[in-house]
C-alpha cells in the first residue's frame, strides 16, 4: 500500500522561509509526476507546484520565483522550498501523486496535510 507523509510545516513570518518534504512509502517500481497542492480556509484546493519523473517543473502564477519543486526520485521523495512567504501563502499543504506503480498501478494518492502559517 503506498502512503504518502508529508513533513516540515509551521508557522512562519512574512518573508521567511520553510520547506515541506513528502515521502512515498511502499514497494513502489515508479512515480511519475508528484505535485503540492494547497488549501486555504474556504477556498478550493490549488495546484502550487508539479514536478514529472524528469524533473520538469511547472508552478502556479502566484508561487513562481518565490517557491522551488525537487524530488529525489531514489528516495521518493518530493520538496518544496518555500521562500519570501506571505500571509496569502497560509494554506493546508498535500502532497499527490497521480500514478504510482507498484505491482499494481495505483492512482490519485494525498499525503495527509501539513500546515503552513504565515503572520505578517
Known amino acids: 500500500q503506498v502512503q504518502l507523509v508529508e513533513s516540515g510545516g509551521g508557522l512562519v513570518q512574512a518573508g521567511g522561509s520553510l520547506r515541506l518534504s513528502c515521502a512515498a512509502s511502499g514497494s513502489i517500481f515508479s512515480i511519475n509526476a508528484m505535485g503540492w497542492y494547497r488549501q486555504a480556509p474556504g477556498k478550493q484546493r490549488e495546484l502550487v507546484a508539479a514536478i514529472t519523473s524528469g524533473g520538469s517543473t511547472n508552478y502556479a502564477d502566484s508561487v513562481k520565483g518565490r517557491f522551488t519543486i525537487s524530488r529525489d526520485n531514489a528516495k521518493n521523495t518530493v520538496y518544496l522550498q518555500m521562500n519570501s512567504l506571505k500571509p496569502e501563502d497560509t494554506a493546508v499543504y498535500y502532497c499527490?501523486?497521480?500514478?504510482?506503480?507498484?505491482?499494481?498501478?495505483?492512482?490519485?494518492?494525498w499525503g495527509q496535510g501539513t500546515q503552513v502559517t504565515v503572520s505578517s
Open positions: 499527490n501523486a497521480p500514478r504510482v506503480v507498484t505491482t499494481i498501478i495505483g492512482y490519485d494518492y
